[in-house]
């Protein structure tokens, strides 16, 4: 399976929301074998140090990703997250150990045949979408198991996986992916991405490839680099001539949409 987009080069995007540790829990990433790094942005885990006395509201922002996730202690209990065009907030409470698979855009769909937009905003149990795969992480992913061992286990999964499917692949919609990426989400849909769709087509391929529109993805692009560039605690206001927003009203009203605060309250911390 060849992906003809360098997702490892091209686009990384990040949860600033989650520090590395904090009084109630700890979160770090992981990265996949080589062979998985352009189809795996990362593997992940979220757990808790103690036991909590009040519930931890988990805040993941938009990054144009999907999610399969699951409960070390209870692998039965798996989930998967598709495409949010918002942020997400998760009340979790008194102990939790969560691992979970961050998929490049479009590469959920091409490995399972399911239509991304199916999945879009919501997250569903990962046996209702994917039974197979929901059984392997019940029967192969325990609680004895190291994270190393987890981890590789998964990998060998996915390597199969990987290796075992055919990739549709029409480099018409991934000629408009790789423009959206490299130009970092600032684009004008009409204009910049004359591929060879048509504008029905294109809204099509996006559907089922990423779970939205061009251009609702072409602004979470555009939300991850600028927090990419502010370094996770960005304190600098975009320069709204060169970030595609109007003025700093519409850099604030979407910033809050998609990382779940406005600037301000954020970057005073």
């Keep these: 399976m060849i992906i ?41 885990r979220l757990q808790t140090l103690e036991p909590l006395t009040a519930p931890f509201y988990y805040r993941v922002v938009a990054d144009g990703c999907m999610d399969i996730y699951f409960d070390r202690n209870n692998p039965e209990d798996s989930f998967v997250m598709g495409f949010c065009k918002q942020y997400t907030e998760f009340p979790l409470y008194d102990t939790f150990d969560y691992i979970g698979i961050r998929f490049f855009p479009s590469i959920f769909p091409q490995l399972f045949k ?15 979408v994917i039974p197979r795969t929901a059984s392997f992480i019940a029967d192969y992913c325990s609680p004895q198991q190291s994270l190393d061992q987890i981890i590789q286990t998964l990998d060998l999964y996915f390597l199969n996986l990987m290796h075992s499917n055919f990739m549709d692949n029409d480099p018409r919609f991934y000629n408009a992916l790789n423009i959206i990426l490299d130009k970092q ?4 849909v009409e204009k910049d991405l004359d591929t060879g769709l048509s504008t029905r087509q294109l809204r099509r391929h996006f559907d089922y490839y990423i779970g939205d529109s061009a ?21 600098i206001p975009p320069r709204s001539a060169e970030t595609g927003y109007y003025d700093q009203a519409h850099f604030i009203k979407e910033f809050k949409t998609l990382y779940g605060s406005t600037p301000g309250k954020i970057y005073e911390r």
Excluded: H, M
Excluded at 185 to 188: F, V, W
Excluded at 217 to 232: C, T, Y
């Design 4 to 44: 003809p987009t360098n997702f490892q080069n091209l686009y990384k995007p990040i949860q600033p929301t989650v520090k590395p540790s904090s009084d109630v829990g700890c979160y770090e990433e992981i990265l996949p074998a080589p062979a998985l790094s352009n189809l795996i942005c990362c593997y992940w």
């Design 185 to 188: 989400g600032i684009i004008q």
């Design 215 to 235: 251009k609702t993805f072409s602004k979470v692009v555009r939300f991850q680099n600028i927090l990419r560039e502010a370094g996770q605690s960005p304190s």
């Design 114 to 128: 399911i239509a991304a937009s199916e999945l879009s905003n919501r997250f569903e149990k990962l046996d209702a």
